[in-house]
């Protein structure tokens, strides 16, 4: 049986078209057409979403935690569902968990749990992100530095096991070797810049062997500067490949994250949380390596004042993109889910909303942008 949401203002991953229907039948996308208020009723559900918008589900590529959870603390199943729990009411419907510098022994474990989470079908979960341990002494942020290393002897066939979905990793470009850029980005694994130090010309020959793009542009790493463009001008000089921001005010100026919408390639810019467990959670502070972090008015910081990933939703990134940015909103809408899907190679099956897509949707409010409900390959949940 198939299921109708009827009389929505659809937003299709490239324009808006109003009193649509959209027909969902096997946790895919069957039908779209003009609403009929004379429908026959042989569907299982009908939703009346009353010209709410109806978009793409967006897609998070870099959420260390949320709904009380740290992935670095609880790499079970159990924690996965929990972090999805917490940002799917903000209309987050895949996720890539990410995990923070860490032992070898915890990124097997976080492996391992990605890999059972996909395998049990936990909604939302297409991937896993390691952001780390191969990053930048002097860029690090708030990675513990005893767990920076060298590449372990190990990680290539950790990324490449094959059973852990879409795969990213995050380096500092200036301290791994260019052969295991190379041979990760060969095996398909998402090769991004961050928390680096690096040069442009260091960056530049990690493009060349399939670097493909930059975690939290201008976060932890040197500014633009006019005679060493660095890690953020290669990221904004290059056409191919994406560039993460934090758009919550604190991360990056709004001023700074408007001349990157001008001056990055449209279609190359993805909305991206960096979310950690306050997220979904009614608990606004959290351990990480024993120190304790507390979100105030949507900043995470250490007692120091050090920046500690964020307090953001997704639907509220688009929200400060359209509205502090002055991003179109459907522009707005395509960073947090086509363009995503693009860089997960993911874009012909989540991204759009067309026939024979997955049907990962979330609906809210035109003038509150409040996200009313979701769905996950086809399951509906309301919020």
């Known amino acids: 049986m198939a299921i109708l949401l009827k009389n929505a203002t659809l937003f299709d991953g490239e324009r808006f078209l109003n009193g649509q229907s959209v027909e969902v039948a096997n946790g ?72 923070i510098t860490d032992s070898f022994e915890v990124m097997r474990e976080a492996a391992d749990a990605i890999s059972a989470a996909i395998k049990a079908d936990v909604p939302g979960v297409r991937g896993v ?29 950790l990324f490449t096991r094959g059973d852990l979905g879409e795969v990213i990793v995050t380096v500092a470009p200036e301290c791994v070797p ?37 975690t939290h542009l201008f976060n932890a790493m040197p500014p633009l500067a006019n005679r060493e463009p660095s890690v953020v001008g290669a990221g904004l000089d290059d056409p191919n490949s994406w560039c993460g921001l934090i758009v919550d005010g604190y991360h990056l100026h709004f001023a700074s994250a408007r001349i990157v919408v001008r001056a990055k390639k449209q279609g190359k810019i993805m909305l991206v949380s960096d979310a950690m467990a ?15 972090i507390h979100a105030v008015d949507g900043r995470c910081a250490l007692e120091d ?35 995503p ?16 897509y997955d049907a990962d949707l979330v609906a809210f409010g035109k003038d509150d942008m409040k996200v009313t409900r979701t769905w996950i390959k086809g399951q509906g949940e309301s919020h």
């Open 341 to 356: 899907a693009q860089f997960l190679r993911l874009d012909d099956q989540i991204g759009r909303i067309a026939p024979g």
């Open 129 to 157: 992100h390691f952001e780390g341990p191969y990053l930048s002494l002097k860029r690090r942020g708030v990675h513990a530095p005893e767990f920076l290393r060298d590449v372990d002897d190990e990680a290539l066939d």
């Open 28 to 99: 895919k996308i069957s039908r779209i057409f003009a609403a009929d208020n004379n429908l026959a009723s042989d569907y299982e559900q009908i939703v009346d979403l009353s010209g709410q918008i109806l978009a793409p589900g967006f897609i998070d590529v870099q959420v260390n935690g949320g709904g009380g959870v740290m992935f670095n603390d609880q790499r079970t199943v159990e924690g996965l569902t929990e972090i999805v729990r917490g940002h799917r009411q903000y209309g987050s419907t895949t996720l890539m968990p990410t995990l």
């Open 178 to 214: 260019k052969p295991f850029i190379a041979s990760l980005s060969e095996k398909g694994v998402h090769v991004c810049a961050g928390h680096s130090a690096a040069t442009y010309e260091q960056v530049g020959e990690a493009l060349d062997v399939g670097l493909r793009g930059f």
């Open 305 to 339: 004042g050090t920046l500690a990933g964020s307090d953001l939703d997704m639907m509220r990134a688009v929200e400060l993109a359209h509205k502090e940015l002055g991003v179109e909103l459907g522009e707005a809408l395509r960073m947090a889910s086509l363009y």
């Open 278 to 292: 306050t997220v979904g959670a009614k608990e606004k502070h959290f351990n990480l390596y024993g120190e304790t």
